[in-house]
């Protein structure tokens, strides 16, 4: 029905240490027909996420992607044909439609087909209003239970969903303080997205800056990083305090399987909790968060970056920058206009 | 007033490794008098728990008691003279009163003077009415929410706290299974409590047991240990199952801090939470608790086993039998008739 050819990434192999190129291989095929009841999509960006690296190498809270299929990807485009009444051409979508140009998709799969708000484009629909938007809202209220006044700690605070997770935190009323690596991350925190304070844990000793900047200690601390941080961040664990597992992106690449948190007994001592969250399980309260985080972006509380690489070829390596910290905000490929 | 001595233990000094007698020192005093508001308890058996190597060492979530002070404990026994209008000479009571004969004690310190429940020996309302069975209902229940038809496994299983809850859970309708040291302790869970199954984590391979004797995931894990056996029960943690953090005795006589639990990721990959509780916080409910415990006992759902070393003088040693799994059930002393 549709001319041209469909560009595809599989997956080649399980990947040992850093992710890379090397990890894929190219496909091309013709571009699939929806069946009754499915519509086909065609790719404008595609989403590159740390939880990526863990879908390559075995199997989580999904099942492994096989050698030989495409790499699983949260995508978003437009409708260009619908077996389904409820989706037209020309709507904006976004789903798990894999790295690829063209996907067939039925509403149903583990992430629905999900419309595009009037008023953003593509991309803020896939960071601020998507899985990263939601990852945030969710895990930082509902799981992590931030309440106005509290001290809320976020690592890996530039990366998207840290930089939201703090910006939501301020708006909510709380203290917040972001870890993340390097100087001009840490002015971005601080000057451009408000944080009351930011430490560069690959400059300051993270036990003494989390002293200086939690003196009633962290009633939150979201992680998205893992390790170390982890530990520091337990140790000024306050009454009741509450640890949110969003990711471990630190350890991600290290298959020698990395130390786990040595302080967690602080639960213990101060009373605390430690709770992994998958933003999956929220799908069904999707519109509440994108309502809020809406309203915030049009209110210019809620400042959304993301960071587009060009060029579908390029999308393994834009994976990659995830792990460097290369990236700047939520990484997309762009992979079409 | 009292005619006669008040024998002390101390603490002399910091433990390193294994708690022993040479921690503490014997000493000798007046009987103390009690000021205005004061009761003057006799203790007739002092208690052994895991959480005093804690505040021999450091401060904790409470301040270790300092050196040369009256080793922190809890005691039972009966208020000999009362400048509080609320109890009276000839009551039997329990609290904070020390390793010592005679204790000053008032409403309103740390644990409160709790009155023993009429019809139950002193060694009873200090073990399953006490600090061991409210820490197994509240720790159970309310941290950990096990509900019918769940499976529980809890570890140091033929322990004070882990027989309760283990015996809790039954009650509540769960499948439970038991992680204790050896044979005889292994027997005694599942002939005598009604356990579903024991595991001897000495002779068997934890993993492959946990998978054979829970065949569908852990709803709750109680730990009492700490180490190896937490980091193999998140292993088989269930979907949204919880983590309870009660102690982690592997560890506790080990200076050089111990592991952390490497397998914490497995609280992302199953939405779990890792919980720690205290039950000095659930005090104020203490009689929802003890109610409820009481009637259990009655009905003989519940069974108490009591470990009682007699003689003042061997109390540092019955504290050091906490460490080597020696005790049965509930360590005390038995100092007074």
Known sequence: MFQGKNRQWLLARRPEGSVGPEDFRRNETEIPEPGEGEVLVRNQYLSCDPTQRGWMARDTYMPMVPIGDVMRAIAGGEVVRSRDGRFAPGQRVQGFFGWQDYAVAKPGDALPIVPIPDGFPIPTAMSALGLTGLTAYFGLLDVGQAKAGETVVVSGAAGATGSTVGQIAKIKGCRVVGIAGGPE?????????????????????????????????????????????LDCALVFLALHGRVVICGAISTYNDETQAAGPKNYLRLLIRRGRMEGFLVLDYYHRAAEAIAALAGWLREGKLKDRVDIVEGFDNAPAALARLFTGENRGKQLVKIAE
């Open 185 to 229: 991350k840490c002015r971005y925190l601080t000057q451009e997205l408000g944080f009351d304070a930011a430490i560069d844990y690959k400059r300051e000793n993270l036990i003494t800056a989390l002293r200086t900047h939690c003196p009633n200690g962290i009633d939150v601390y979201f992680d998205n990083v893992g390790g170390t941080i």
